[in-house]
């Protein structure tokens, strides 16, 4: 394909467009699962099978149909898998641009250094510590997942073996870093079965480097900072060569060169996508870990800057990330805005309306309400969940707005909340009258023991305080 | 039978050399395969780099290598071009605050706004008026986290001592005003106290001057005209005048009484760009383009956050593109991010200090933002405040990276 011609973008793509490919054999074969091709090419424009699915495509008897079924669905970036086996992750593999356009694959895996100076117990410390994180986020874990090693030592000797200890301690996919390719050589031999990310080759080492990643199938690294020029070429030249699986450096800059990383980042992605560029068409790795170069600044203030650059980079396009604070401040931010920019653009802000029943209540079980905002609800849930409460939760239509929003809009007001409880039908569910209400909305407190006639209990501003604030005021006094 | 089996012998031969992922390969494909179709290893071959996008290619031998035909032994130019777009549309530039000469008492003023590409791209043009911050105040007491109350603790119950804090210390480029007592559910102040209170702040300090009601919409509506007529001439904004102002029919009053006096308003409506060209549609009537602001909402890192990051994005984009109704420059609540519970909360020593947790929700939030275009944040924190404002400093030039800084990153001991 020529670079002129640029192929659809995801979202011209239409599933009539994959079913022509399809072998359509009447009557439909239902191999794939569903009732017939167009419902299979629909679930593959959405990306929800592959369409390896559909086995008789995979017969030779199709085989020129696949192949451009394969490059029609190819993504503008290129998916590129570090690690092997069940302890791989995918990396790239981006269909589109901006988020809102379609569903973001292949949330940034975000890699910790160690280096081959380091003292073996730091080492296995800074190891433990990435597997160790774990954050619960509305009932998802979320954590760190891969290990840089870098050679500061430039002996091979000690990075081999620093590699070979952290390869024995953790199945973590693994990136190995050295601009040295005698290092890079030793270090390898020892690993390469782990399938590590090879960090870097250069205007200087890159023949050497690619005999190494042709030689040990290991995806490889192009580092030309600040010049794209460079970088474009090397790419070019290093497809010539053989090497399949690219990942680009464009050079991280935190301080006064951020606009140019956050320029070429940007202009890297918008030739893959937007321009059909297939030498543009890779992973881009991103390394906050720069701002540790600059000396004589106190250590919080790197972290501090570390933190909100790596989040940056997530925002625009980075694909993979290399840092070395393990402070949680500083992570916590970055996994959670991670989990955030990869979840379903079209998803809708708003859940359902209703009651909602957790655990196992009965006539004598609390009763609560919030609003129907995801994210409030999401996390009143995971809340509630966790600390095992059997409940009643009233979910209120608020057009999808949080509770200290709809009440400042007037949209949570004592009379829809009032219709919301009546609605629900938990006056027959229970045989007290005692409602919980968020803390947030206090205000709407007297309002509603007139409307509603049921007695109100204001909850806690945080649902974390829902256990508790239970404890503490359920079952409720009798009123004296 | 015998091909299958003459094919499983050449992938155990192979195996030795080319190790277990081709293999694992190659009997996935003889799964495929082998179960109706005869095949011979030459068309095996042919299989293979079509799988191979699917499955991680196999470890190639030695004797693999040598098949391709010439390996390049010099760098193979090929130049990069940006993709470079112009776009029909600009997002109309807005002045916040007036000097003397121009009927205000503010020594700075604020253009915002005019922008003709997706923000930050640089490539295509540099941003011709960078983004600002304006400082939180609030006129009454209000419960704040620690970590913000720290830095006000002197100050809060007086909005005009704390503003002039947020423009001596914080560096604020404008300052808005949180008219909170007004709240018939809190103080019911009158909106001559509120106006009064305005006049104060803008007594105390020369920057632009937003003035945030208490979301009552019709409590707002009247402070508001209140507000408007007594800072006759300061171009300060209103903010926000809503679609339920609308409904109660009383959106038209506040717009009138905000072009009267020559001040700018914000649109604000939640994550609905429909809603905000209805809303801005509803302005036009009363209020030319140019003292129009909108406010599409600001979830918290973690509360939704990714929703408002595509909804300012897209509607920068659509604005470019030519949609009239979305050329007004945004603004975001960035302090919204205190929502969070992990910006305020105490969660076990892993997690700590949350000094720093906290600003940097805020600053995680707001940065997001900027990327996405907004061009006013409504802010709190000093540090946040600070970083998003160096930020900036840092997004608008070229030309600063030096390659060498970079360069041996790797070997750096740290």
């Known amino acids: 394909m020529t670079e002129r011609e640029i192929k659809k973008g995801i979202r011209e793509l239409s599933p009539l467009d994959i079913y022509k490919l399809l072998p359509k054999i009447t009557p439909p074969c239902g191999e794939c699962g569903e009732k017939n091709c167009m419902a299979f090419a629909t679930k593959v424009i959405n990306r929800e099978v592959a369409i390896e699915e559909c086995s ?38 981006k269909l589109v641009m901006y988020r809102h356009e379609f569903t973001y694959h292949n949330p940034t895996p975000i890699a910790i250094d160690v280096t081959d100076e380091m003292p073996e117990n ?35 000797v000690k990075f081999k073996s620093t590699v070979k200890k952290v390869a024995e301690t953790t199945r973590l996919p693994l990136i190995l870093c050295s601009l040295n390719p005698d290092a890079m050589e030793v270090a390898l031999g020892s690993v390469y079965e782990r399938r590590p ?20 199938n290991c995806p490889l690294t192009l580092f030309a900072p600040n010049d794209l020029s460079l970088l474009r ?14 990942m680009f450096d464009p050079g991280t800059f935190c301080e006064d060169g951020l606009s140019e990383t956050i320029n070429n980042f940007t202009m890297i992605r918008r030739n893959a996508c937007k321009g059909g560029d297939t030498l543009l068409g890779f992973p881009i790795l991103g390394v906050p870990i720069t701002v540790w170069l600059e000396k004589d600044v106190p250590k919080e203030l790197l972290q501090w800057r570390e933190a909100y650059i790596a989040s940056m980079l997530m925002s625009r396009y980075c694909d993979i990330l290399i840092m070395h604070s393990t402070e949680g401040w500083v992570l916590l931010p970055n996994t959670i805005w991670r989990f955030n920019l990869y979840t379903d653009p079209s998803k809708p802000v708003s859940v359902e309306a209703g009651l909602k029943i957790f655990g196992k209540p009965d006539e004598n079980s609390p009763v609560m309400f919030t609003t129907n905002y995801a994210l409030t609800y999401f996390t009143v849930e995971s809340d509630i969940k966790s600390s095992g409460v059997d409940c009643y939760l009233i979910v209120v239509d608020t057009g999808g707005i949080s509770v200290e929003s709809s009440v400042a809009g007037r949209i949570l007001t004592a009379e829809t909340a009032a219709d919301a409880l009546k609605k629900s039908g938990v006056e027959e569910k229970v045989k007290h009258r005692y409602l919980i209400i968020p803390g947030l909305a206090a205000r709407l407190s007297g309002e ?28 409720p006094k009798e009123e004296g | ?66 098949a391709i035909p010439e390996k390049p032994t010099e760098i193979l130019r090929a130049e990069f071009k940006p993709l470079v777009q112009t776009y029909p549309g600009r997002i109309t530039e807005v002045k916040l605050g007036a000097k003397r000469s121009e009927g205000g008492s503010r020594s700075r003023t604020l253009t915002i706004g005019g922008e003709t590409s997706p923000a930050f791209y640089l490539f295509e043009e540099v941003p011709p008026n960078p983004p600002v911050v304006s400082v939180d105040v609030f006129d009454t007491e209000i419960s704040l986290p620690r970590a913000l109350r720290t830095y006000v603790q002197d100050v809060i119950g007086d909005p005009a001592a704390w503003a002039k804090i947020a423009v001596d210390k914080f560096e604020a480029d404008a300052v808005t005003v949180h008219l909170l007592s007004t709240d018939p559910l809190i103080k019911n102040s009158s909106p001559t106290d509120a106006a009064k209170t305005i006049e104060r702040v803008l007594q105390a300090v020369d920057v632009p001057i937003i003035v945030g009601g208490c979301g009552d919409p019709k409590k707002d509506a009247e402070v508001f005209r209140k507000v408007a007529e007594v800072s006759e001439g300061e ?90 109704e979305l050329q007004h420059p945004t603004l975001s609540g960035s302090t919204n991010a205190w929502a969070a519970r992990e910006a305020w909360m105490k969660m076990g020593p892993e997690w700590e200090p949350r000094e720093l ?27 946040a405040i600070r970083t998003i404002k160096e930020v900036i400093k840092n997004l608008t030039s070229l030309g600063k990276a030096k390659s060498e800084d970079i360069a041996d990153w790797v070997s750096i001991r740290l």
């Open chain 2, 235 to 324: 171009r300060v904004m209103l903010s926000s005048l809503t679609l339920d102002m609308a409904e109660a029919k009383i959106l038209g009053n506040v717009a009138q009484a905000a072009k009267k006096h020559g001040h700018v308003v914000l649109a604000f409506t939640s994550m609905e760009l429909n809603r905000a060209k209805e809303l801005n549609r509803r302005l036009y009537e009363f209020l030319p383009r140019e003292s129009i602001v909108m406010d599409l909402t600001t979830a918290a890192l973690g509360y939704g956050l990714e929703y408002s990051f595509s909804i300012y994005e897209r509607a920068r984009l659509a604005a470019i593109m030519g949609d009239l």
């Open chain 1, 197 to 216: 990310l090879i960090y870097a080759a250069t205007k200087d080492n890159w023949r050497k480097m690619a005999e190494l990643a042709l030689a040990y």
């Open chain 1, 233 to 246: 070429s090397l790419a070019n030249t290093l497809i010539k060569y053989g090497v399949k699986d690219l």
């Open chain 1, 122 to 156: 730091e080492v296995m410390e800074r190891v433990k510590m990435v597997e160790g994180f774990k954050y619960n986020y509305i009932g998802r874990t979320l954590n760190l997942d891969m290990i840089a090693i870098r050679s500061t030592s430039n002996d091979p």
């Open chain 1, 56 to 93: 008789p495509l995979l017969k030779e008897k199709y085989k020129g149909d696949y192949e451009k079924l394969k490059k029609l669905l190819a993504p503008a970036v290129k998916e590129v898998t570090i690690g092997a086996g069940d302890n791989s992750i995918k990396i790239g593999g």
């Open chain 1, 448 to 475: 509603m023991e007139e409307t509603t006639g049921w007695h109100i209990l204001v909850g806690p501003r945080d649902s974390s305080g829902i256990p508790a604030f239970l404890k503490d005021n359920w079952p």
């Open chain 2, 1 to 66: 039978m015998k091909n299958k089996k003459g094919n499983k012998n050449e992938n155990e031969d192979a195996s030795i050399k080319i190790g277990p992922k081709l293999l694992e390969l190659l009997s996935k494909l003889g799964e495929i395969e082998l179960e109706d179709v005869e095949i011979d290893a030459g068309e095996l071959e042919i299989w293979i780099p079509a799988l191979s996008t699917v499955i991680p290619p196999p470890a190639v031998a030695p004797t693999v290598t040598k």
């Open chain 2, 357 to 383: 947790r906290g600003p940097m929700w805020e600053t995680v939030t707001a940065l997001a933002l900027l990327l996405a275009g907004v061009d006013v944040f409504m802010m709190m924190h000093p540090a």
